[in-house]
């Protein structure tokens, strides 16, 4: 019987196809897609494909040559005008983004495969996500 740490993650099921998502970009270490409930007029998320890191704690620990890698693509993604827009199809790439990466649950964490939230256009009052 598989333990439940070891089984696919929801973002693991979105590389595999097994669930849909729009997929803005993929490499082979990385896979980023919009976020099904958007905090912001844009708010993709960007995610390597290992579900090996729980958080980017554990990540800047094992691999930080991948988070860092995350950090250039979020800001590739930020500056192309096909992929940083809002659903009414605004762009928002001044090159200014918002990299969140939520850790924990109290920090409402709720997807233990490190992640991060890559938000674009006008801050929303009050919110930070
Ligand atoms: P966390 O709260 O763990 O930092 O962020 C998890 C994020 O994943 C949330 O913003 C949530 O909306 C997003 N999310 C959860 N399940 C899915 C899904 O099936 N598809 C997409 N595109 N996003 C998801």
Do not use: C, W
Not at 53 to 76: F, H, I, K, Q
């Amino acid at each position: 019987q598989q333990s439940t740490e070891t089984e696919p993650t929801v973002f693991s099921r979105i590389v595999a196809r097994e669930i849909p998502a729009d997929i803005v970009f993929e490499s082979d270490t990385l896979i980023a897609f919009r976020d099904i409930a958007p905090k912001a007029p844009v708010h993709l998320l960007v995610v390597p494909k290992t579900q090996a890191y729980r958080d980017v704690v554990e990540l800047a620990d094992g691999d930080p040559a991948l988070m860092a890698e995350m950090v250039a693509t979020a800001s590739t993604l930020a500056r192309d005008p096909a992929v940083f827009r809002d659903s009414d199809g605004r762009e928002h790439t001044g090159g200014s983004f918002r990299l969140i990466f939520n850790t924990g649950e109290s920090a409402g964490q709720t997807v233990f495969h490190v992640h991060a939230h890559v938000l674009g256009g006008p801050l929303q009052e009050g919110t930070l996500a």
